[in-house]
């Protein structure tokens, strides 16, 4: 069957039976990425009927051919960060104007970075190849409204930086971080995928762990690794700039305005600004500062585990704030 795909959006990709497939799904009519997250947004739209009745499949070279005929925008700015420290609210504030396409911690991008632990066959000029083409089909407009694009990477993506500066080389892209210990203390609640070594390999990191060590010292090394990516980027890659979660959410206008470059009319500032006050992850929910509480939640585990893995590499990304 021949189908047009220049409607449809990836919902999945994934290395199956020996070959590369993605999922197609139909978004609908004045649907367009809003969501704290691509997956909320992506869930929502695969419960249509049109998409639980006629799913598309196709190989990647659909992909690649759509990306070529009808690329998308060249992102306007790439949002990396350490993980549960600010780096959604900031997207969130670019989503709450219609001018910005914002796409964030995309399940399919994440795969296509990482094509070559699922298939070893794949070399990594085929890798980036994927990788570049899902940016771009993700990165097409789907309001006419929609003019600039903003890609914001999962955590551990700062490991594989230079790959991401050949594709986007001139490209303004910020790192935003907090204090470790705080960021502990939250996955510590709800670990991420990055901090569970049977759903990302310990390898990504660098890194090796028995079952027997210590959860609390393996997610500081996480977070070290990821932070010390972040410095070598920020002294290697032109057009960086470290975010400071305490800073945000002023820091987050001067940030759009004076790093991204964009010109903010009133009515985006307004939007933003209404933005910047709820709960980032759950809009409905008021945002309410939690610094001081998980500071007072911290073991002196947590604390020791930072300052031996992760504060000397936070300390290299202060200096770039200076």
Avoid at 28 to 55: M, Q
Avoid at 105 to 124: G, K, Y
Wanted: proline residues 7%; glycine residues 6%; charged residues 25%.
């Amino acid at each position: 069957m021949n189908i047009s795909l220049n409607d449809w959006t990836p919902a999945r990709l994934a290395f199956e039976a020996g070959a590369w497939k993605v999922n197609w799904c139909l978004p609908g009519r004045e649907a367009h990425f809003g969501a704290p997250f691509w997956l909320d947004d992506v869930a929502r739209w695969t419960l249509h009927p049109c998409n639980l009745l006629f799913g598309v499949t196709t190989g990647p070279g659909a992909l690649q051919s759509l990306a070529n005929e009808s690329p998308g925008l060249k992102p306007s700015g790439l949002i990396f960060h350490l993980s549960r420290c600010g780096s959604t609210l900031l997207s969130q504030m670019l989503a709450a104007s219609e001018k910005n396409l914002v796409v964030s911690e995309a399940v399919p991008l994440d795969v296509a970075l990482r094509a070559r632990s699922f298939d070893a066959a794949l070399s990594e000029r085929e890798a980036d190849v994927l990788f570049g083409g899902m940016a771009s089909v993700l990165g097409r407009p789907r309001r006419e409204s929609e003019e600039r694009f903003f890609l914001k990477l999962d955590a551990w993506h700062m490991l594989e930086w230079r790959r991401i500066a050949a594709l986007f080389p001139d490209v303004p892209w910020v790192f935003v971080w907090r204090d470790p210990v705080e960021i502990l203390v939250s996955h510590a609640r709800r670990p991420g995928m990055q901090m569970r070594p049977d759903v990302l390999p310990p390898s990504l990191f660098g890194l090796e762990q028995s079952e027997s060590e210590d959860v609390t010292d393996y997610r500081a090394q996480v977070l070290g690794r990821i932070a010390q990516c972040a410095a070598e980027a920020l002294n290697e890659w032109p057009g960086g700039r470290p975010v400071d979660y305490a800073s945000l959410p002023s820091s987050g206008f001067e940030v759009i305005e004076s790093h991204f470059g964009v010109v903010l009319d009133e009515q985006e500032r307004d939007y933003m600004e209404t933005a910047t006050r709820v709960h980032a992850k759950a809009p409905s929910q008021t945002f309410v500062p939690d610094s001081e509480r998980k500071q007072a939640e911290a073991t002196p585990e947590q604390r020791d585990a930072c300052a031996r893995w992760a504060m000397p590499h936070i300390a290299q990304i202060q200096a770039f704030l200076t």
